[in-house]
C-alpha cells in the first residue's frame, strides 16, 4: 500500500509552487515533512488530494495512478485527510462531521466505533456542533473524521498546531496506534521533538523541493538537519 | 363587513400570499446558501411552474383535479430538469463566480421569458381548481383551495426541513453549504450537488407556481413580483436560512395582505421594501443568518 509520488511539480495559477517533489510513504509507518512556512508543505498535502492539480510527475498507490482523478474520487481510493486548520463543517454536529467522513466507505458502525474508542471524548459531543468544540476537541474532530473512511493512508498537517500539550499527547498517541494498525502516515509536523518520537523517516522540504529525506535514526543525533531547513 | 370578519379575511389572504412566497423564497434561499448563486431567473421557474400547470391541465383528460394533481408532480419535474441543464451548460462553465452567474442568469430570465411569449403567447389563461369547495365562515365563505394552497405549502416545506436535517442527501448539501473543498475531500461530487440543488430550488419555485394558478392565472411576465418578494423574504429572513425565510415570508406575507386590503397593495411594497432597507443597513446578515 504504498503511496509514491514522483517528480511532482504543481502551483496555483501562473505559481508554480511544487518543483518535482518525489516523496514515499510506507503502511505503518510515519513519514513526516518538516519545512519552513511557505515552503510547499501544504501544497503538497493538496495535491495529493487532488485539490490543487498536478502540473507534471505522478502520484500512484500500490503502482495505480491517483494524478488526474477527480477530487472526490481521491478518498474512494482510501486516502484521508486531516487539513491545516481543521476545517471542520462548524454548524455540522459532532455526528455529523463524522458521517460526511464515512461517506464513501458507507459509515459502517463498526468504523465509528473504534474512531470514538480511540476519541471517547467525542462520544460525549456527538450531539454538538463542532463549532462549540474546544480547539483541542476540534482537532480530535478533525483526526476522527478522516479515520471514519478507514483509510489506507492518512495525510495530517499540522494537527497539534497551536494546541496544550496535553491535547498534543493524545493526538500522537492516536498516531502511534494508527502507525501500529499499519496505516500509511504522511504528516506535516513543525515540532522536532514530536518529529523524534513519531517519525520514521523525515523529509526536508525548501522552496517546493525536497532537500533531504531520510532515515529517522540518523537524525537523532544530527541537529544541524533542523537548524539548517526548519531553524529551530 | 365588521372590522373583526375584515381583518380575518385579509389574514387568511395574507396567509395564502406567505404560502406561495414561502415555497419560492425557500428554494432562492437554497440555491443561494448552498451555490452562491443569485438566481435572477428564479421568478422564471415559478413563471414556468404555472404555465406548465395550465399545459398539462388543457392535455389531461378528465375531472380538474386529474390535470392538477399531474401538474404538481410533472411541471416541478420539467422545470427542474431545465434548471439542471442551465446549470451544466451556463452555471458549471462559469465556475460558479458569484458575479458572472447574477448576470447569466439574468440572460436566462429573459430567454426563458422570451421563449414562453413566443410558444405561449402573451394572454393571462386560468386554470380551474381542482375542487370548488367553499367554506362558509359566519361572515363571508372562502375559497377551501386557498386553505388547500396554505396546506400544501406547509406540508412541502415540512418535507424540506426533513430532507435537510435527516437524510443523507441533505446532510452533504449542508456540507457542501459550509466547506465545498474539504466536502470534495472526503468523496462528495460537488457539480453534481449543485446540479440537484440548482433544480430542487427551480422545483420549489415551480410547485408554488402550479399552486397560484388556480388563483391568478398564468402569464408569462407572472414570475416579476415572486423575485423580487422572495429577494425581499430571503434578505430579511438571512440568506441561506431556511427557518428565516419561514419567518420572513409569513411576516411579509400577512402584512402584504393586511396592508393591501386595508389600504393599497402598492402601500403595502412599499413598507416591505422600506423593512429589507432598514433590515440591510442595521443588519445586513439578515434576522435569522448568521455572521458572514
Ligand atoms: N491558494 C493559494 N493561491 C496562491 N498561492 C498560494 C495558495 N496557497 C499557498 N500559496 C503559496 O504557495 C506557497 C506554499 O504554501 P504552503 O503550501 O501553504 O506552504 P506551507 O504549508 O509549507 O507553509 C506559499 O508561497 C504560498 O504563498
Ligand atoms: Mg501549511
Not at chain 2, 110 to 131: D, H, R
Request: proline share 5%; net charge positive; with cysteine.
Amino acid at each position: 500500500m504504498a503511496l509514491e509520488v514522483v517528480s511532482l511539480s504543481s502551483g496555483y495559477g501562473p505559481i508554480t509552487v511544487l518543483h518535482g517533489v518525489s516523496f514515499r510513504a510506507e503502511p505503518g509507518r510515519v513519514s513526516c515533512i518538516m519545512g519552513r512556512n511557505g515552503a510547499g508543505k501544504s501544497t503538497l498535502l493538496k495535491c495529493l488530494m487532488g485539490l490543487v492539480p498536478a502540473r507534471s510527475g505522478t502520484i500512484t498507490l500500490n503502482g495505480v495512478a491517483l494524478h488526474g482523478l477527480p477530487a472526490h474520487e481521491v478518498p474512494r481510493r482510501g486516502i484521508a485527510y486531516v487539513p491545516q486548520g481543521r476545517r471542520l463543517f462548524g454548524p455540522l454536529t459532532v455526528a455529523e462531521n463524522l458521517a460526511i467522513g464515512g461517506l464513501v466507505t458507507g459509515n459502517r458502525p463498526e468504523t465509528l466505533h473504534r474512531v470514538l474508542t480511540l476519541f471517547p471524548r467525542l462520544r460525549e459531543r456527538l450531539t454538538q456542533t463542532a463549532a462549540t468544540l474546544s480547539g483541542g476537541e476540534q482537532q480530535m474532530l478533525a483526526i476522527a473524521r478522516a479515520l471514519c473512511l478507514d483509510p489506507r493512508v492518512l495525510l495530517l498537517d499540522e494537527p497539534t498546531e497551536g494546541l496544550q500539550p496535553s491535547m498534543i499527547a493524545l493526538i500522537q498517541e492516536a498516531i502511534v496506534v494508527l502507525k501500529a494498525r499499519g496505516v500509511a502516515v504522511v504528516l506535516v509536523e513543525q515540532r522536532v521533538d514530536a518529529v523524534l518520537k513519531l517519525a520514521d523517516r523525515v523529509a526536508f522540504m525548501v522552496s517546493g523541493r525536497i532537500v533531504e529525506d531520510r532515515d529517522v535514526s540518523g537524525l537523532r543525533a544530527d541537529a544541524d538537519a533542523f537548524r539548517t531547513y526548519v531553524g529551530v | 363587513m365588521a372590522f373583526g370578519p375584515f381583518l380575518l379575511l385579509a389574514l387568511m389572504e395574507g396567509l395564502v400570499t406567505a404560502a406561495v412566497l414561502a415555497l419560492a423564497a425557500a428554494g432562492l434561499s437554497l440555491v443561494f446558501g448552498v451555490m452562491r448563486v443569485v438566481n435572477v431567473a428564479h421568478g422564471e421557474f415559478y413563471m414556468l411552474g404555472a404555465i406548465l400547470a395550465w399545459v398539462v391541465a388543457s392535455v389531461v383528460p378528465g375531472p380538474p383535479a386529474v390535470g392538477f394533481v399531474a401538474a404538481l408532480v410533472i411541471a416541478p419535474v420539467l422545470v427542474g430538469a431545465l434548471a439542471a441543464a442551465a446549470d451544466g451548460l451556463i452555471l458549471k462553465r462559469l465556475h460558479y463566480d458569484p458575479e458572472a452567474t447574477i448576470v447569466a442568469t439574468i440572460g436566462l430570465l429573459y430567454m426563458i421569458q422570451q421563449a414562453t411569449l413566443s410558444l405561449y403567447g402573451p394572454n393571462a389563461n386560468p386554470v380551474p381548481a381542482p375542487f370548488e369547495w367553499r367554506i362558509q365562515l359566519p361572515w363571508f365563505g372562502y375559497s377551501g383551495y386557498k386553505l388547500f394552497v396554505v396546506l400544501a405549502a406547509g406540508v412541502v416545506l415540512l418535507a424540506l426541513w426533513i430532507f435537510m436535517r435527516r437524510t443523507k442527501a441533505g446532510l452533504i448539501m449542508r456540507a457542501t453549504q459550509v466547506d465545498r473543498t474539504t466536502a470534495r475531500s472526503f468523496g462528495i461530487n460537488v457539480d453534481l450537488v449543485y446540479m440537484g440543488t440548482f433544480a430542487l430550488g427551480a422545483g420549489l419555485a415551480a410547485l408554488a407556481g402550479v399552486l397560484i394558478v388556480p388563483i391568478q392565472q398564468a402569464q408569462y411576465l407572472m414570475g416579476g413580483d415572486p423575485l423580487l418578494l422572495s429577494f425581499i423574504v430571503v434578505i430579511i429572513g438571512g440568506l441561506g436560512s431556511l427557518r428565516g425565510t419561514l419567518i420572513a415570508a409569513l411576516v411579509i406575507g400577512l402584512s402584504d395582505g393586511t396592508i393591501s386590503m386595508f389600504f393599497t397593495p402598492t402601500l403595502a411594497k412599499i413598507i416591505a421594501t422600506l423593512l429589507v432597507a432598514m433590515v440591510l443597513v442595521f443588519r445586513p446578515q439578515g434576522l435569522f443568518g448568521a455572521r458572514a
